[in-house]
Protein backbone atom coordinates (compact mmCIF):
# COMPACT_ATOMS: atom_id res chain seq x y z
CA UNK A 1 0.00 0.00 0.00
CA UNK A 2 1.46 3.19 -1.08
CA UNK A 3 1.85 5.99 1.88
CA UNK A 4 -0.79 8.58 1.90
CA UNK A 5 0.53 12.14 0.95
CA UNK A 6 -0.27 15.21 3.47
CA UNK A 7 -3.45 15.99 2.24
CA UNK A 8 -5.25 12.23 2.05
CA UNK A 9 -3.67 12.14 5.51
CA UNK A 10 -5.53 14.85 6.84
CA UNK A 11 -8.80 14.03 5.18
CA UNK A 12 -8.24 10.22 6.43
CA UNK A 13 -8.17 11.89 10.17
CA UNK A 14 -11.08 14.26 9.26
CA UNK A 15 -12.83 11.30 8.51
CA UNK A 16 -12.46 9.67 11.29
CA UNK A 17 -13.09 12.13 14.02
CA UNK A 18 -16.13 12.63 11.92
CA UNK A 19 -17.42 8.87 12.75
CA UNK A 20 -16.31 9.02 16.03
CA UNK A 21 -18.77 12.18 16.70
CA UNK A 22 -21.72 10.45 14.97
CA UNK A 23 -20.82 7.36 16.99
CA UNK A 24 -20.61 9.31 19.99
CA UNK A 25 -24.13 11.55 19.19
CA UNK A 26 -25.98 7.88 18.28
CA UNK A 27 -24.51 5.96 21.35
CA UNK A 28 -28.22 5.94 23.11
CA UNK A 29 -29.50 4.21 19.28
CA UNK A 30 -26.64 2.16 19.15
CA UNK A 31 -27.29 0.78 22.61
CA UNK A 32 -31.09 0.04 21.76
CA UNK A 33 -30.11 -1.82 18.59
CA UNK A 34 -28.24 -4.46 20.62
CA UNK A 35 -30.98 -5.10 23.13
CA UNK A 36 -31.92 -8.84 23.45
CA UNK A 37 -35.48 -9.76 23.05
CA UNK A 38 -36.54 -9.72 27.01
CA UNK A 39 -35.21 -5.84 26.99
CA UNK A 40 -37.69 -4.71 24.41
CA UNK A 41 -40.23 -6.49 26.11
CA UNK A 42 -39.21 -4.71 29.51
CA UNK A 43 -39.45 -1.73 27.26
CA UNK A 44 -42.97 -2.19 25.54
CA UNK A 45 -44.36 -2.58 29.17
CA UNK A 46 -43.52 0.79 30.24
CA UNK A 47 -46.20 1.74 27.83
CA UNK A 48 -48.70 -0.63 29.48
CA UNK A 49 -47.77 -0.37 33.17
CA UNK A 50 -46.90 2.56 35.09
CA UNK A 51 -44.50 0.40 37.40
CA UNK A 52 -42.23 -1.97 35.57
CA UNK A 53 -39.89 -4.27 37.45
CA UNK A 54 -36.68 -6.02 36.50
CA UNK A 55 -35.90 -8.62 38.88
CA UNK A 56 -32.54 -9.67 37.58
CA UNK A 57 -29.32 -11.62 38.29
CA UNK A 58 -26.02 -9.20 38.47
CA UNK A 59 -23.76 -8.14 34.75
CA UNK A 60 -26.67 -9.07 32.72
CA UNK A 61 -27.53 -5.52 31.77
CA UNK A 62 -30.28 -4.60 33.80
CA UNK A 63 -28.79 -0.53 34.78
CA UNK A 64 -27.72 -0.82 30.69
CA UNK A 65 -31.67 -1.38 29.97
CA UNK A 66 -32.81 1.37 32.16
CA UNK A 67 -30.42 3.72 31.29
CA UNK A 68 -31.48 3.44 27.50
CA UNK A 69 -34.26 4.15 27.88
CA UNK A 70 -34.25 7.02 30.85
CA UNK A 71 -31.87 8.61 27.90
CA UNK A 72 -34.97 8.35 25.13
CA UNK A 73 -37.42 10.59 27.39
CA UNK A 74 -34.58 13.12 28.24
CA UNK A 75 -33.89 13.51 24.74
CA UNK A 76 -37.36 12.68 23.37
CA UNK A 77 -35.49 11.12 20.35
CA UNK A 78 -37.22 7.26 19.80
CA UNK A 79 -36.25 4.86 17.52
CA UNK A 80 -38.45 4.53 14.94
CA UNK A 81 -39.58 0.75 16.19
CA UNK A 82 -39.66 1.96 20.41
CA UNK A 83 -42.69 0.08 21.61
CA UNK A 84 -42.33 1.94 24.83
CA UNK A 85 -43.99 4.52 26.57
CA UNK A 86 -42.95 7.93 25.33
CA UNK A 87 -42.98 11.54 26.19
CA UNK A 88 -44.09 14.24 23.77
CA UNK A 89 -42.78 16.92 25.79
CA UNK A 90 -39.69 17.48 28.14
CA UNK A 91 -40.13 14.89 31.10
CA UNK A 92 -39.07 15.41 35.10
CA UNK A 93 -37.27 12.51 35.63
CA UNK A 94 -35.89 10.76 38.55
CA UNK A 95 -32.57 8.85 39.47
CA UNK A 96 -32.34 6.82 42.86
CA UNK A 97 -29.73 4.70 44.31
CA UNK A 98 -28.12 3.73 47.34
CA UNK A 99 -25.82 6.70 48.02
CA UNK A 100 -24.65 9.60 45.55
CA UNK A 101 -21.45 7.74 45.19
CA UNK A 102 -23.96 4.96 43.52
CA UNK A 103 -26.16 7.27 41.48
CA UNK A 104 -23.09 8.90 40.48
CA UNK A 105 -21.06 5.43 39.11
CA UNK A 106 -24.34 3.29 37.91
CA UNK A 107 -27.19 6.33 36.87
CA UNK A 108 -25.35 9.42 36.24
CA UNK A 109 -22.10 7.93 34.34
CA UNK A 110 -24.08 5.82 31.92
CA UNK A 111 -26.26 8.62 30.89
CA UNK A 112 -23.66 11.40 30.92
CA UNK A 113 -20.73 9.91 30.84
CA UNK A 114 -17.28 11.29 32.69
CA UNK A 115 -17.21 14.80 34.12
CA UNK A 116 -14.06 16.09 33.88
CA UNK A 117 -12.90 19.91 33.94
CA UNK A 118 -17.08 21.02 33.50
CA UNK A 119 -17.36 19.07 30.36
CA UNK A 120 -19.07 15.77 30.11
CA UNK A 121 -18.21 12.45 27.63
CA UNK A 122 -18.71 9.01 27.05
CA UNK A 123 -22.50 8.68 28.01
CA UNK A 124 -25.55 7.49 26.19
CA UNK A 125 -26.67 11.28 26.00
CA UNK A 126 -24.48 13.58 23.42
CA UNK A 127 -22.73 15.98 25.26
CA UNK A 128 -24.10 18.97 22.78
CA UNK A 129 -27.23 18.21 24.29
CA UNK A 130 -26.36 18.77 27.84
CA UNK A 131 -28.21 22.06 28.53
CA UNK A 132 -26.67 22.62 32.11
CA UNK A 133 -25.80 20.80 35.72
CA UNK A 134 -25.35 21.12 39.36
CA UNK A 135 -23.24 19.66 41.63
CA UNK A 136 -24.54 17.46 44.38
CA UNK A 137 -22.66 18.33 47.61
CA UNK A 138 -20.08 16.53 49.47
CA UNK A 139 -19.67 13.60 46.75
CA UNK A 140 -16.99 14.90 43.98
CA UNK A 141 -18.16 14.38 40.23
CA UNK A 142 -21.98 13.83 41.39
CA UNK A 143 -24.76 16.18 40.06
CA UNK A 144 -27.62 16.80 41.94
CA UNK A 145 -29.60 17.96 38.65
CA UNK A 146 -28.88 17.92 34.57
CA UNK A 147 -30.53 19.62 32.63
CA UNK A 148 -30.92 18.10 28.57
CA UNK A 149 -32.18 19.48 25.24
CA UNK A 150 -35.39 17.86 24.55
CA UNK A 151 -36.68 17.28 20.81
CA UNK A 152 -39.39 19.99 22.83
CA UNK A 153 -37.27 21.87 25.30
CA UNK A 154 -35.27 21.43 28.41
CA UNK A 155 -36.01 17.95 30.02
CA UNK A 156 -34.82 17.60 33.79
CA UNK A 157 -32.74 14.40 35.74
CA UNK A 158 -32.61 14.85 39.66
CA UNK A 159 -30.22 12.23 41.34
CA UNK A 160 -31.24 11.01 44.61
CA UNK A 161 -30.04 8.52 47.27
CA UNK A 162 -32.02 6.66 49.62
CA UNK A 163 -30.07 7.93 52.57
CA UNK A 164 -31.76 11.20 52.14
CA UNK A 165 -34.81 9.33 53.30
CA UNK A 166 -38.24 10.22 51.76
CA UNK A 167 -39.08 13.57 53.62
CA UNK A 168 -36.22 15.42 50.86
CA UNK A 169 -37.98 13.80 48.12
CA UNK A 170 -41.52 15.98 48.62
CA UNK A 171 -43.11 18.53 46.57
CA UNK A 172 -42.39 17.97 43.18
CA UNK A 173 -44.64 16.03 40.51
CA UNK A 174 -42.84 13.59 38.54
CA UNK A 175 -42.95 11.95 35.23
CA UNK A 176 -40.16 9.46 35.49
CA UNK A 177 -38.56 7.45 38.11
CA UNK A 178 -35.99 5.23 37.43
CA UNK A 179 -35.53 3.25 40.84
CA UNK A 180 -31.66 1.14 40.21
CA UNK A 181 -31.51 -1.46 42.88
CA UNK A 182 -33.84 -1.65 45.71
CA UNK A 183 -34.16 0.82 48.77
CA UNK A 184 -33.78 -1.14 51.94
CA UNK A 185 -35.85 2.22 53.55
CA UNK A 186 -39.89 1.34 52.94
CA UNK A 187 -40.41 4.81 53.14
CA UNK A 188 -38.87 5.64 49.52
CA UNK A 189 -41.30 3.52 47.20
CA UNK A 190 -45.15 5.03 48.69
CA UNK A 191 -43.56 8.77 48.65
CA UNK A 192 -42.03 7.60 44.97
CA UNK A 193 -45.53 6.73 43.92
CA UNK A 194 -47.27 10.19 45.47
CA UNK A 195 -44.81 11.83 43.63
CA UNK A 196 -46.00 10.41 39.57
CA UNK A 197 -49.47 9.96 40.56
CA UNK A 198 -50.13 13.58 38.64
CA UNK A 199 -47.05 13.11 36.49
CA UNK A 200 -47.39 12.94 32.35
CA UNK A 201 -49.68 15.72 32.23
CA UNK A 202 -51.92 14.33 35.28
CA UNK A 203 -52.04 10.60 33.49
CA UNK A 204 -50.15 9.08 35.89
CA UNK A 205 -45.92 8.85 35.49
CA UNK A 206 -44.10 5.56 35.07
CA UNK A 207 -42.14 4.03 37.11
CA UNK A 208 -39.02 1.43 36.77
CA UNK A 209 -37.09 -0.76 38.78
CA UNK A 210 -33.62 -2.49 37.81
CA UNK A 211 -32.66 -4.33 40.40
CA UNK A 212 -31.03 -7.61 42.58
CA UNK A 213 -33.12 -9.04 45.28
CA UNK A 214 -30.54 -8.53 47.53
CA UNK A 215 -32.96 -7.68 50.52
CA UNK A 216 -34.82 -11.23 49.64
CA UNK A 217 -38.60 -11.56 50.01
CA UNK A 218 -39.36 -7.53 50.72
CA UNK A 219 -43.20 -6.49 50.47
CA UNK A 220 -42.29 -4.95 47.36
CA UNK A 221 -40.81 -8.19 45.69
CA UNK A 222 -43.55 -9.93 46.78
CA UNK A 223 -46.37 -7.77 45.72
CA UNK A 224 -44.78 -7.59 42.08
CA UNK A 225 -43.98 -11.51 42.13
CA UNK A 226 -47.36 -12.73 43.48
CA UNK A 227 -49.80 -9.99 43.42
CA UNK A 228 -49.29 -7.65 41.09
CA UNK A 229 -51.98 -4.91 40.37
CA UNK A 230 -53.27 -4.22 36.77
CA UNK A 231 -50.96 -1.24 36.33
CA UNK A 232 -47.94 -3.58 37.66
CA UNK A 233 -45.44 -5.43 35.38
CA UNK A 234 -42.93 -7.94 36.78
CA UNK A 235 -39.52 -9.76 34.92
CA UNK A 236 -37.39 -11.82 36.22
CA UNK A 237 -34.08 -12.62 33.99
CA UNK A 238 -30.92 -14.59 34.97
CA UNK A 239 -27.47 -15.42 33.28
CA UNK A 240 -28.85 -18.21 30.81
CA UNK A 241 -31.15 -14.96 29.43
CA UNK A 242 -27.71 -12.93 28.43
CA UNK A 243 -25.46 -14.59 26.17
CA UNK A 244 -23.25 -12.45 26.50
CA UNK A 245 -22.42 -13.94 30.39
CA UNK A 246 -19.83 -17.21 28.97
CA UNK A 247 -19.84 -20.02 30.12
CA UNK A 248 -16.34 -19.12 31.64
CA UNK A 249 -17.57 -16.19 33.18
CA UNK A 250 -20.42 -17.72 35.13
CA UNK A 251 -18.28 -20.62 36.57
CA UNK A 252 -15.77 -18.00 37.55
CA UNK A 253 -18.31 -15.96 39.11
CA UNK A 254 -20.30 -18.62 40.96
CA UNK A 255 -17.01 -20.20 42.37
CA UNK A 256 -16.26 -16.95 43.88
CA UNK A 257 -19.68 -16.18 45.69
CA UNK A 258 -20.94 -17.47 48.94
CA UNK A 259 -23.62 -20.55 48.50
CA UNK A 260 -26.40 -18.54 50.14
CA UNK A 261 -26.03 -15.77 47.58
CA UNK A 262 -25.72 -17.66 44.05
CA UNK A 263 -29.30 -18.11 42.74
CA UNK A 264 -29.84 -14.61 43.68
CA UNK A 265 -26.37 -13.25 41.73
CA UNK A 266 -27.06 -15.92 38.87
CA UNK A 267 -31.55 -16.20 38.72
CA UNK A 268 -32.38 -13.21 40.33
CA UNK A 269 -34.11 -15.16 42.92
CA UNK A 270 -34.25 -13.17 46.36
CA UNK A 271 -32.04 -14.25 49.03
CA UNK A 272 -34.11 -16.78 51.24
CA UNK A 273 -34.24 -16.26 54.68
CA UNK A 274 -33.93 -19.79 55.84
CA UNK A 275 -33.06 -22.85 54.44
CA UNK A 276 -34.69 -23.89 50.83
CA UNK A 277 -37.48 -26.75 51.55
CA UNK A 278 -36.38 -28.43 48.32
CA UNK A 279 -32.63 -28.17 48.20
CA UNK A 280 -32.03 -30.88 45.49
CA UNK A 281 -29.94 -28.90 42.07
CA UNK A 282 -32.56 -28.40 39.70
CA UNK A 283 -30.19 -29.26 36.82
CA UNK A 284 -30.80 -33.13 38.54
CA UNK A 285 -34.19 -33.17 38.26
CA UNK A 286 -34.54 -31.36 35.26
CA UNK A 287 -35.36 -33.36 31.59
CA UNK A 288 -35.88 -32.90 28.33
CA UNK A 289 -39.66 -32.51 26.62
CA UNK A 290 -40.69 -35.78 24.95
CA UNK A 291 -43.95 -37.61 24.31
CA UNK A 292 -45.52 -39.53 27.06
CA UNK A 293 -46.02 -43.25 25.75
CA UNK A 294 -49.57 -44.64 25.83
CA UNK A 295 -49.13 -46.93 28.36
CA UNK A 296 -48.13 -44.30 31.01
CA UNK A 297 -50.55 -42.38 33.39
CA UNK A 298 -51.31 -39.26 33.44
CA UNK A 299 -53.13 -36.62 35.66
CA UNK A 300 -54.12 -33.27 36.44
CA UNK A 301 -53.40 -30.84 39.17
CA UNK A 302 -54.78 -27.33 40.13
CA UNK A 303 -54.73 -24.68 43.08
CA UNK A 304 -57.92 -22.25 43.15
CA UNK A 305 -57.24 -18.74 43.35
CA UNK A 306 -57.74 -15.45 42.87
CA UNK A 307 -55.98 -12.37 43.56
CA UNK A 308 -53.23 -14.54 44.02
CA UNK A 309 -53.00 -17.52 40.71
CA UNK A 310 -54.74 -20.00 40.45
CA UNK A 311 -52.33 -22.38 39.20
CA UNK A 312 -52.65 -25.94 36.82
CA UNK A 313 -50.20 -28.45 36.31
CA UNK A 314 -49.90 -32.03 34.51
CA UNK A 315 -47.92 -35.29 35.64
CA UNK A 316 -47.15 -38.52 33.75
CA UNK A 317 -46.29 -41.68 36.16
CA UNK A 318 -44.34 -44.40 34.48
CA UNK A 319 -45.36 -46.98 36.82
CA UNK A 320 -42.92 -49.54 35.82
CA UNK A 321 -39.91 -47.61 36.90
CA UNK A 322 -41.94 -45.26 39.30
CA UNK A 323 -41.23 -42.23 37.93
CA UNK A 324 -43.10 -38.89 38.23
CA UNK A 325 -43.08 -36.40 35.14
CA UNK A 326 -44.21 -32.85 35.55
CA UNK A 327 -44.87 -32.29 31.84
CA UNK A 328 -47.59 -28.44 31.82
CA UNK A 329 -47.28 -26.06 34.12
CA UNK A 330 -49.46 -22.91 34.34
CA UNK A 331 -50.91 -20.49 36.37
CA UNK A 332 -53.19 -16.97 36.34
CA UNK A 333 -54.74 -14.49 38.59
CA UNK A 334 -57.94 -13.01 38.50
CA UNK A 335 -59.23 -15.31 35.43
CA UNK A 336 -62.34 -17.20 36.02
CA UNK A 337 -62.85 -21.02 35.26
CA UNK A 338 -63.94 -20.93 31.44
CA UNK A 339 -60.94 -18.50 31.42
CA UNK A 340 -58.63 -20.93 32.93
CA UNK A 341 -59.70 -23.84 30.71
CA UNK A 342 -59.54 -21.78 27.84
CA UNK A 343 -55.52 -22.20 28.54
CA UNK A 344 -55.63 -25.48 29.77
CA UNK A 345 -57.69 -27.65 27.56
CA UNK A 346 -54.90 -27.76 25.05
CA UNK A 347 -53.72 -30.50 27.05
CA UNK A 348 -56.18 -30.57 29.82
CA UNK A 349 -59.27 -32.93 27.79
CA UNK A 350 -60.20 -36.06 29.35
CA UNK A 351 -57.65 -36.02 32.08
CA UNK A 352 -58.93 -36.22 35.59
CA UNK A 353 -57.22 -33.26 37.89
CA UNK A 354 -56.96 -33.35 41.26
CA UNK A 355 -57.93 -29.98 43.34
CA UNK A 356 -57.53 -28.68 47.33
CA UNK A 357 -60.39 -28.87 49.92
CA UNK A 358 -61.23 -25.19 49.03
CA UNK A 359 -62.78 -25.69 46.18
CA UNK A 360 -65.77 -26.99 47.96
CA UNK A 361 -66.26 -23.01 49.00
CA UNK A 362 -67.47 -20.41 46.87
CA UNK A 363 -65.95 -19.40 43.63
CA UNK A 364 -63.79 -16.34 44.47
CA UNK A 365 -65.28 -13.14 42.56
CA UNK A 366 -68.37 -14.46 42.26
CA UNK A 367 -71.99 -13.75 43.70
CA UNK A 368 -73.63 -17.00 44.03
CA UNK A 369 -74.12 -20.27 45.89
CA UNK A 370 -72.03 -22.81 43.46
CA UNK A 371 -68.90 -24.24 44.71
CA UNK A 372 -65.58 -23.04 42.96
CA UNK A 373 -64.86 -27.10 41.78
CA UNK A 374 -68.48 -26.72 40.35
CA UNK A 375 -67.74 -24.27 38.29
CA UNK A 376 -64.72 -26.02 36.90
CA UNK A 377 -66.41 -29.02 36.31
CA UNK A 378 -68.64 -26.87 33.84
CA UNK A 379 -66.25 -24.85 32.31
CA UNK A 380 -64.47 -28.60 30.85
CA UNK A 381 -62.59 -29.52 33.64
CA UNK A 382 -62.40 -33.22 34.41
CA UNK A 383 -62.79 -32.62 38.28
CA UNK A 384 -62.13 -35.73 40.42
CA UNK A 385 -65.79 -36.08 42.96
CA UNK A 386 -63.20 -35.61 46.13
CA UNK A 387 -60.59 -33.25 47.33
CA UNK A 388 -57.25 -34.42 47.43
CA UNK A 389 -56.19 -36.72 50.18
CA UNK A 390 -53.63 -39.09 50.84
CA UNK A 391 -54.33 -42.84 50.46
CA UNK A 392 -56.01 -44.85 52.95
CA UNK A 393 -53.66 -47.90 53.31
CA UNK A 394 -53.39 -51.01 55.67
CA UNK A 395 -49.89 -51.02 57.95
CA UNK A 396 -49.62 -53.87 60.70
CA UNK A 397 -53.25 -54.82 60.61
CA UNK A 398 -54.45 -51.14 61.15
CA UNK A 399 -56.06 -48.73 58.18
CA UNK A 400 -53.72 -45.46 57.70
CA UNK A 401 -52.98 -42.33 55.74
CA UNK A 402 -55.74 -40.17 54.63
CA UNK A 403 -55.89 -36.78 54.80
CA UNK A 404 -54.16 -33.95 53.52
CA UNK A 405 -51.06 -33.17 55.27
CA UNK A 406 -49.07 -30.51 53.42
CA UNK A 407 -45.63 -32.17 55.04
CA UNK A 408 -46.10 -35.60 53.96
CA UNK A 409 -46.23 -34.46 50.55
CA UNK A 410 -42.84 -32.41 51.12
CA UNK A 411 -41.74 -35.12 52.69
CA UNK A 412 -42.28 -37.71 50.10
CA UNK A 413 -41.67 -35.40 46.58
CA UNK A 414 -38.19 -34.17 48.09
CA UNK A 415 -37.40 -38.03 48.78
CA UNK A 416 -38.09 -38.52 45.37
CA UNK A 417 -36.04 -35.83 44.08
CA UNK A 418 -33.40 -37.05 45.22
CA UNK A 419 -33.98 -40.42 43.95
CA UNK A 420 -34.38 -39.66 40.79
CA UNK A 421 -38.25 -40.83 40.82
CA UNK A 422 -39.44 -37.27 40.07
CA UNK A 423 -38.10 -34.89 36.46
CA UNK A 424 -40.08 -31.94 35.55
CA UNK A 425 -38.99 -30.83 31.98
CA UNK A 426 -37.26 -28.21 30.66
CA UNK A 427 -38.52 -24.57 30.48
CA UNK A 428 -41.31 -24.56 32.81
CA UNK A 429 -39.80 -21.38 34.27
CA UNK A 430 -43.05 -20.66 36.62
CA UNK A 431 -42.43 -24.02 38.38
CA UNK A 432 -38.42 -24.01 38.90
CA UNK A 433 -39.17 -20.04 39.79
CA UNK A 434 -41.32 -21.30 42.99
CA UNK A 435 -39.00 -24.02 43.61
CA UNK A 436 -36.42 -22.30 44.05
CA UNK A 437 -38.29 -19.98 46.76
CA UNK A 438 -39.80 -22.44 48.38
CA UNK A 439 -38.80 -22.05 52.07
CA UNK A 440 -39.48 -22.05 56.13
CA UNK A 441 -40.00 -18.81 58.35
CA UNK A 442 -37.38 -18.38 61.24
CA UNK A 443 -40.35 -20.51 63.06
CA UNK A 444 -39.76 -23.80 60.69
CA UNK A 445 -42.92 -23.15 59.30
CA UNK A 446 -43.90 -23.32 55.46
CA UNK A 447 -43.99 -19.69 53.76
CA UNK A 448 -47.02 -20.14 52.17
CA UNK A 449 -46.29 -17.28 49.07
CA UNK A 450 -45.09 -17.94 45.30
CA UNK A 451 -46.05 -21.08 45.72
CA UNK A 452 -49.44 -22.02 43.91
CA UNK A 453 -47.93 -24.68 41.19
CA UNK A 454 -46.15 -26.44 43.59
CA UNK A 455 -49.55 -27.01 45.65
CA UNK A 456 -50.84 -27.96 42.58
CA UNK A 457 -48.00 -30.70 41.95
CA UNK A 458 -48.47 -31.70 45.48
CA UNK A 459 -52.73 -32.31 45.21
CA UNK A 460 -52.01 -34.22 41.83
CA UNK A 461 -49.27 -36.22 43.09
CA UNK A 462 -51.26 -37.46 46.46
CA UNK A 463 -54.38 -38.20 44.37
CA UNK A 464 -52.64 -40.27 41.03
CA UNK A 465 -53.84 -43.20 42.20
CA UNK A 466 -56.79 -41.78 39.86
CA UNK A 467 -54.40 -41.14 37.08
CA UNK A 468 -55.73 -42.56 33.44
CA UNK A 469 -53.31 -44.07 30.73
CA UNK A 470 -52.63 -41.89 27.93
CA UNK A 471 -54.10 -44.75 25.64
CA UNK A 472 -57.38 -44.94 27.29
CA UNK A 473 -58.19 -41.59 27.65
CA UNK A 474 -61.99 -40.37 27.48
CA UNK A 475 -63.69 -37.39 26.98
CA UNK A 476 -64.78 -35.14 29.91
CA UNK A 477 -67.93 -35.95 31.29
CA UNK A 478 -70.71 -34.06 33.93
CA UNK A 479 -70.74 -37.52 36.30
CA UNK A 480 -67.32 -38.70 36.35
CA UNK A 481 -66.71 -41.34 38.75
CA UNK A 482 -62.92 -42.17 38.94
CA UNK A 483 -61.16 -45.80 39.52
CA UNK A 484 -58.23 -46.25 41.29
CA UNK A 485 -55.13 -47.51 39.18
CA UNK A 486 -53.57 -50.64 39.79
CA UNK A 487 -49.80 -51.04 41.20
CA UNK A 488 -50.07 -48.38 43.12
CA UNK A 489 -46.45 -47.22 44.72
Not at 10 to 31: D, F, H, I, K, P
Not at 190 to 209: A, E, F, M, S, W
Not at 459 to 482: C, D, H, N, S
Request: charged share 25%; hydrophobic share 35%.
Amino acid sequence: MNALSKAEMVEWLSLMEEQERRQANTRYLSAYNSFYDWQREFCAATATYHESCLCAANQIGKTYLGTDIDAFHLLGDYPDDYPGHRFDFPPLMWGLGYSMEKTRDLLQSALFGELRDGTFSGGLIPADRIHSYQSATGTSGACRTVKVKHKYGISTVQFWSYTQGQHAMMGDVVDWVHIDEEPEDQTIRPQVLTRTINGDKGKGGRIIYTLTPENGKTELILQFMETPTDSQFFMQKGWDDAPHMTEEKKARLLEAYPSYQKDMRSKGDPILGHGRIFEVDEEFITCDPFEIPAHWAVINGMDFGWDHPQAHIQMAWDQDNDIIYLTKAWKGSKLSANDAYGVVKEWGVGIPTAWPHDGLQHEKGRDDSVQQKVHYQKAGFKMLPDHATWPNVMRDGKQVGGGNSVEQGIYELNDRMRKGGFQAFRGLTEFFNEYRQYHRNDKGRIVKSYDDILDAVRYGYMMRRFAVKVGELTAPTQAYIPRPIKALR
